[in-house]
């Protein structure tokens, strides 16, 4: 179902050069035709396309350590999710704030950066590594997001996730998850090398296990999510989630497959398949691209397959690895689901200047955006 109908007739494209008239081939080699306008699926069908169906709750949860620092009560957190060495996780809090609040799972980014996990967005209780520094002041204004999200009134539960931080594989001879303490520079930057092409090797195996990278960390997050969902100081049914590029994918992922998130943030990570052809699809991460997804959607149709949940979608005009009129007719496409839905006003998209990014005034709408939906006492 990927969007051809706007694409001219013989364009070539950037990235394909002669081999541009594949798409109009394949395009044909289809017993139905794609449709221009959106398509209304049904969560169950995601889940089916996705796989990792069989949900579970965190196998032994145990809280390991605590601290309190800048205004935040922090949790160290971990679980299983059935296979693999634990998840850790962090649990935060605004300081001097009791009973239970809304929850947030705050979901970090791909960005080819997969040694850490949580640490990029959020901070425990030490000082961020040198190189998440520099990757916040690139991509979330230099903030650590989900501490500020803790300090607005919510409890935040930042987790790694399949690849990353605890849950990444051992490329280098060490045992799973490896030492972060004893990383440096070199060692960390080389595993982000090496993690680069060996998430081509684990979408191989996905295929050969009839999943797909999407649906396992769909599943590891909604494994996340029954642990925020158990804890008593999250209200009862006020339950979000929050991500930028990678972590809106998540995000996207989790609305979709969840009927326990209320309302989902996507950050950076909205448009349509069609208008990625050109020269968007290499930069991005497999799970963007769940085997048989284009077959009987587009990605804005997933995102909306919940409607009329409530869903706000950023856009950055100058995104670099997503064209302006993707996310324009995405836009345009989730309008229309929710509007076919009955409920216009539960989707708000917002287009912000600047590139791909978090940054401050982005958070600033984005949390607002949350309390809105979620409520706070």
Same mark, same amino acid.
Not at 198 to 220: D, F, N
């Given at each position: 179902?990927?969007?051809?109908?706007?694409?001219?007739?013989?364009?070539?494209?950037? &990235?394909?050069?002669?081999?541009?008239?594949?798409?109009?081939?394949?395009?044909?080699?289809?017993?139905?035709?794609?449709?221009?306008?959106?398509?209304?699926?049904?969560?169950?069908?995601?889940?089916?396309?996705?796989?990792?169906?069989?949900?579970?709750?965190?196998?032994?949860?145990?809280?390991?350590?605590?601290?309190?620092?800048?205004?935040?009560?922090?949790?160290?957190?971990?679980?299983?999710?059935?296979?693999?060495?634990?998840?850790?996780?962090?649990? @935060?809090?605004?300081?001097?704030?009791?009973?239970?609040?809304?929850?947030?799972?705050?979901?970090?980014?791909?960005?080819?950066?997969?040694?850490?996990?949580?640490?990029?967005?959020?901070?425990?209780?030490?000082?961020?590594?040198?190189?998440?520094?520099?990757?916040?002041?690139?991509?979330?204004?230099?903030?650590?997001?989900?501490?500020?999200?803790?300090?607005?009134?919510?409890?935040?539960?930042?987790?790694?996730?399949?690849?990353?931080?605890?849950?990444?594989?051992?490329?280098?001879?060490?045992?799973?998850?490896?030492?972060?303490?004893?990383?440096?520079?070199?060692?960390?930057?080389?595993?982000?090398?090496?993690?680069?092409?060996?998430?081509?090797?684990?979408?191989?195996?996905?295929?050969?296990?009839?999943?797909?990278?999407?649906?396992?960390?769909?599943?590891?997050?909604?494994?996340?999510?029954?642990?925020?969902?158990?804890?008593? &100081?999250?209200?009862?049914?006020?339950?979000?989630?929050?991500?930028?590029?990678?972590?809106?994918?998540?995000?996207? @992922?989790?609305?979709?497959?969840?009927?326990?998130?209320?309302?989902?943030?996507?950050?950076?990570?909205?448009?349509?398949?069609?208008?990625?052809?050109?020269?968007?699809?290499?930069?991005?991460?497999?799970?963007?691209?769940?085997?048989?997804?284009?077959?009987?959607?587009?990605?804005?149709?997933?995102?909306?397959?919940?409607?009329?949940?409530?869903?706000?979608?950023?856009?950055?005009?100058?995104?670099?690895?997503?064209? @302006?009129?993707?996310?324009?007719?995405?836009?345009?496409?989730?309008?229309?689901?929710?509007?076919?839905?009955?409920?216009?006003?539960?989707?708000?998209?917002?287009?912000?200047?600047?590139?791909?990014?978090?940054?401050?005034?982005?958070?600033?709408?984005?949390?607002?955006?949350?309390?809105?939906?979620?409520?706070?006492?």
């Amino acid at each position: 179902m990927v969007d051809l109908a706007l694409q001219p007739q013989g364009l070539e494209y950037q &990235d394909l050069g002669k081999f541009s008239d594949w798409v109009e081939f394949a395009h044909g080699q289809r017993a139905a035709s794609p449709r221009s306008g959106p398509v209304k699926l049904a969560p169950s069908r995601v889940r089916e396309v996705l796989g990792f169906t069989n949900d579970r709750p965190p196998a032994r949860p145990r809280v390991d350590a605590t601290w309190s620092r800048d205004g935040v009560v922090g949790e160290e957190v971990s679980w299983s999710v059935g296979y693999g060495p634990r998840t850790q996780a962090w649990l @935060l809090r605004p300081a001097g704030v009791p009973g239970p609040l809304p929850g947030v799972l705050a979901l970090h980014d791909h960005s080819n950066f997969k040694f850490f996990g949580k640490e990029k967005i959020a901070d425990g209780p030490g000082a961020p590594d040198p190189l998440v520094v520099d990757l916040r002041r690139g991509e979330y204004g230099g903030l650590a997001f989900a501490n500020e999200l803790a300090r607005k009134g919510f409890t935040v539960l930042v987790h790694d996730v399949f690849l990353w931080g605890s849950r990444r594989f051992d490329l280098d001879g060490g045992q799973p998850g490896g030492d972060e303490a004893s990383a440096g520079p070199t060692k960390i930057e080389s595993y982000n090398r090496s993690a680069i092409n060996h998430e081509h090797v684990v979408a191989k195996y996905c295929t050969l296990l009839s999943t797909s990278l999407a649906g396992v960390v769909a599943y590891e997050d909604r494994v996340a999510l029954e642990y925020l969902k158990s804890r008593h &100081d999250v209200v009862n049914g006020r339950l979000g989630c929050i991500g930028l590029s990678g972590g809106g994918c998540r995000a996207a @992922l989790l609305q979709a497959t969840s009927v326990d998130i209320s309302v989902s943030v996507i950050v950076c990570m909205m448009s349509t398949y069609g208008r990625l052809l050109d020269a968007h699809v290499a930069p991005h991460t497999w799970m963007l691209f769940p085997p048989g997804l284009a077959e009987v959607g587009d990605w804005p149709d997933l995102a909306a397959c919940r409607a009329p949940s409530p869903l706000v979608v950023q856009y950055t005009r100058g995104d670099q690895l997503f064209p @302006l009129a993707g996310m324009v007719a995405a836009h345009e496409r989730l309008g229309e689901s929710y509007a076919a839905a009955g409920a216009p006003g539960a989707y708000v998209g917002q287009f912000f200047d600047g590139q791909h990014c978090f940054d401050q005034t982005m958070q600033t709408a984005a949390f607002a955006e949350l309390a809105r939906w979620l409520g706070r006492d």
